[in-house]
């Protein structure tokens, strides 16, 4: 049987550190091979979960990709890893990602998964800087098999401009948080009040 193989894509590890890692603890457990593509992945002790950490540099600006390398790379590793599932994050790796992949028949292009962690384009932001940002989300959006997103705004946004069809949004309350750490007994009475008295 043959073994399920994730990629989970972001920008900078931050992203993977601070949010992801339960998610590639999770697939890991279940069998799957799961390997990280992100700037400073491989710097990152936390992130040795992932069987692969692949480095590539690019940033939280669009405009990252002006090297000509960076797509045919990004197009290699996914098709060198024969992955089912490719799981891009942040609005930049995510479009990058889509682009480089679009130039691969369906039939064996991997799943592409883009979880939403807030569109750059919204409400109350600039109208050139918002325009600039829909038109990367629409352009990316036909490479995209599912669209996740996490908060109500964001699905709006993407209903009404039809980033991608409707049967292809999903609609996930948060990124999750870890209940055990947040219960009110797992802190100390003199913590709070030291940190009252702060």
């Known amino acids: 049987?043959?073994?399920?193989?994730?990629?989970i894509v972001s920008t900078v590890a931050r992203t993977i550190q601070c949010f992801l890692l339960p998610f590639a603890k999770h697939f890991r457990r279940?069998?799957?091979?799961?390997?990280?593509?992100?700037?400073?992945?491989?710097?990152?002790?936390e992130c040795e979960v992932f069987l692969r950490r692949?480095?590539?540099?690019?940033s939280r600006n669009p405009l990252s990709a002006r090297n000509p390398a960076t797509l045919p790379k990004v197009r290699n590793i996914v098709l060198r890893g024969r992955y089912d599932i490719v799981h891009v994050h942040t609005?930049?790796?995510?479009?990058?990602?889509r682009l480089?992949?679009?130039?691969?028949p369906r039939k064996n292009r991997p799943k592409v998964v883009y979880t939403v962690h807030g569109f750059h384009f919204h409400?109350?932001?600039?109208?050139?800087?918002?325009?600039?940002?829909?038109?990367?989300?629409?352009v990316s959006g036909v490479y995209t098999d599912y669209l996740v997103v996490i908060n109500?705004?964001?699905?709006?946004a993407a209903r009404r401009?039809?980033?991608v069809t409707e049967s292809r949004i999903r609609y996930m309350p948060g990124i999750g948080l870890d209940t055990e750490y947040y219960k009110p007994e797992t802190v100390s009475k003199d913590q709070i009040s030291r940190i009252r008295a702060e």
């Open 100 to 104: 480089a992949l679009s130039g691969i």
């Open 54 to 58: 692949m480095e590539i540099q690019w």
């Open 91 to 97: 609005p930049v790796a995510a479009f990058l990602t």
């Open 161 to 163: 401009w039809r980033i």
């Open 152 to 156: 109500r705004e964001d699905e709006e």
């Open 123 to 138: 409400k109350g932001g600039h109208l050139v800087r918002n325009l600039f940002f829909l038109i990367l989300e629409k």
């Open 30 to 45: 279940l069998g799957w091979e799961v390997d990280a593509l992100a700037d400073g992945v491989s710097l990152c002790p």
């Open 1 to 7: 049987m043959k073994t399920a193989k994730l990629l």
